[in-house]
């Protein structure tokens, strides 16, 4: 008889647990950016929201999103990602200085020479599909950490 009382109360505690979980997601504390802006915590030893609310980083690693991915894969990985509660994509930008993306645009076709940077057609490309990265996950996952260069 006393198991029994103990697997009813366990249960009963898992009800209302789920019940709450559920009332919080609606209450939209399932998105972090809902509590302001991310900061370094007082003690500077975790990161933290501007109310207070510690910062819990989920991240799903894809280092060359952008440049092994199209548009539409892209768009799909993020939307999977997000559905499954990650709150944070890292990717690499350049994994290589003589990196290509998926349309064949190379990242660095002068290599370090940034001196004609602002010529039409040359570094717009492939910096266009870190671009869209970043504009798509806005609207879903909220927090990009970006590799600037692996080599």
């Known amino acids: 008889m006393k198991k029994m009382k103990y697997k009813f109360l366990f249960l009963i505690l898992i009800f209302a647990f789920s019940v709450e979980t559920v009332h919080a997601q609606e209450r939209g504390a399932r998105f972090p950016w809902n509590n302001g802006k991310l900061q370094v915590s007082e003690n500077r030893r975790f990161l933290q929201h501007e109310n207070g609310t510690p910062f819990f980083w989920l991240g799903e690693t894809a280092w060359l ?36 993306n998926v349309y064949g645009h190379q990242a660095l076709p002068k290599g370090f020479d940034f001196s004609d940077i602002d010529r039409e057609g040359e570094y717009n490309y492939y910096g266009a599909g870190n671009d869209w990265v970043l504009i798509i996950t806005d609207a879903q996952v909220k927090y990009v950490e970006q590799l600037i260069i692996n080599n």
């Open 65 to 100: 999103l952008s440049s092994r991915l199209n548009r539409d894969e892209v768009g799909y990985f993020i939307g999977e990602t997000a559905k499954n509660g990650y709150n944070v994509i890292q990717i690499s930008i350049l994994h290589s200085l003589d990196m290509m």
